[in-house]
């Protein structure tokens, strides 16, 4: 009989590393909003660091169980090691729940795991692949995967000229491109993504029509993606998700409340906040250089610096700042943006750290060191224009002098009043995207019913 709760059961499956479970888990709290049961799975190592409401979470296997990636220490052994125990232990789920009263009728995938697809056609059910960059960035990857575009793209190339896109400059393409023999396995990585996507029942990328909808639209032919984004918690934008003010997932243990205290003491915008992500290493000469710069600004600060990076702090600098400054090993980035002291995000401009700051209207300096963070750091400064992007010396490193002319911009003066209007009417093109009837919220409903009316024949309901 039809559990009459349910509109569809999903499973959703993120790759598993911060930066892409936040973004799926939050789409799983969206459809689970709507009245689909959405159950995410995750690695064995990772299952315990999730804690969203309304949601399922089971485990599957990427085959280093008690370590995840760092125990695998080698792209191509992990994604192959996750590639053939993924796919038996997602089977085994889907498995789990064919006789149950809401049996799995979609997979939605992280496009870095193609293979989920492949699953979801053995099980004769919907398959939907979760793209986390940027419409634009997708769009690069898409031309170089059908053909349309040779690598590696060299400086006597750019710009480069793609439908839908801005002239990019050579400084302004994904690493990947540019180098294409420096990172191996995660360019083909970035291109397998659309290996099978021809397969997919739906297409879906974390970014919105207002924000890169003649982007999407341009390269349609060759990634046929719906908008749903901004993938950020709900109390952020539309508040229709009770009690939604984390993404749910936190493969850190964040300091919030220590910080929160201390932003409390701080006037309005005027505090810098620096966190690089999940990922980035920052040598000891560009910590440095950061150092030098936030303490000769004499701004307020709050800076994140993972507890394995701390090391690399110059030995003078938190004694010398503690009267201005915060350093902290982590913290619930959201809730530091949406604090009325914070008046700058220096971000290395990942996909997930710009839109929220970009759903939370904070202006921003970008500090991109490679991948997508290139192409997100242009779209900041030149086409969005809610930030200043920081130029590299010939080492590739960003000079105190340079942080500091780009924090002066961003807090001060004209330009500085600029970038704030413009960050607050993108936080509410976000806001409308996602609110009730918005552009990604028709996207989602479709979907929805989509998956409620084949529910239903999958249960034997007409």
């Known amino acids: 009989m039809e559990d009459k709760r349910f509109k569809g059961h999903v499973v959703v499956l993120p790759y598993p590393s911060q930066g892409h479970i936040n973004p799926l888990l939050q789409f799983a709290k969206r459809l689970a909003s709507k009245g689909v049961k959405a159950t995410l799975a995750t690695t064995h190592y990772t299952v315990k660091s999730i804690s969203a ?92 995967h059908g053909g349309l575009l040779a690598l590696p793209l060299t400086p006597d190339r750019a710009p480069l000229i793609l439908p839908g896109l801005p002239p990019l400059n050579f400084r302004d393409l994904p690493t990947f491109l540019r180098f294409p023999d420096s990172y191996p396995a995660y360019l083909a990585m970035k291109l397998s993504q659309f290996s099978n996507l021809n397969k997919a029942d739906w297409i879906f990328d974390n970014t919105f029509e207002d924000l890169e909808g003649k982007e999407a639209m341009a390269v349609s032919e060759l990634w046929p993606a719906k908008l749903i984004g901004p993938m950020v918690p709900s109390a952020y934008l539309d508040e229709r998700i ?53 303490k000769e600004s004499n701004l307020h600060f ?34 530091m943006l949406a604090h009325p002291a914070v008046g700058c995000f220096v971000t290395h401009c990942g996909w997930n750290s710009t839109l929220e700051g970009l759903s939370l209207g904070v202006p921003m300096v970008g500090v991109p060191k490679w991948t997508d963070q290139l192409t997100d750091a242009k779209f900041v400064e030149e086409i969005w224009e809610i930030g200043v992007r920081a130029k590299e010396d010939e080492k590739g490193v960003v000079r105190k002098e340079e942080l500091m002319k780009c924090l002066k911009k961003v807090m001060e003066g004209e330009r500085s009043e600029e970038l704030k209007r413009n960050a607050n009417r993108w936080r509410e093109s976000a806001k409308k995207a996602i609110t009730e009837g918005g552009s990604s919220d028709k996207c989602i409903n479709e979907f929805v019913e989509h998956l409620m009316a084949s529910y239903r024949n999958l249960n034997g309901h007409c």
């Open 53 to 144: 409401a309304h949601i399922g979470v089971e485990s599957i296997s990427d085959g280093f169980d008690q370590g995840g990636f760092s125990q695998a220490g080698n792209v191509d052994f992990y994604l192959k090691s996750f590639w053939d125990n993924g796919s038996r232990t997602l089977s085994e789920l889907i498995q789990k729940f064919r006789n149950s009263s809401t049996p799995v009728n979609c997979i939605v995938y992280d496009s870095f795991l193609p293979w989920a697809l492949d699953v979801a056609k053995q099980h004769g059910i919907y398959g939907a692949a979760f793209f986390t960059n940027s419409a634009a960035v997708c769009s690069i990857f898409a031309h170089i």
């Open 242 to 294: 009770k009690g939604d003010r984390g993404y749910g997932s936190s493969l850190w243990k964040p300091l919030s409340e220590e910080c929160m205290e201390w932003l409390e003491t701080k006037p309005s915008g005027s505090v810098v906040y620096v966190a690089f992500g999940s990922m980035i290493s920052l040598t000891e000469e560009e910590m440095e250089e950061i150092a030098w710069g936030l």
């Open 302 to 335: 709050l800076w994140v610096v993972r507890e394995l990076e701390q090391k690399k702090l110059p030995k003078w600098f938190v004694d010398s700042t503690q009267e201005k400054g915060m350093v902290v090993t982590w913290c619930n980035q959201l809730e």
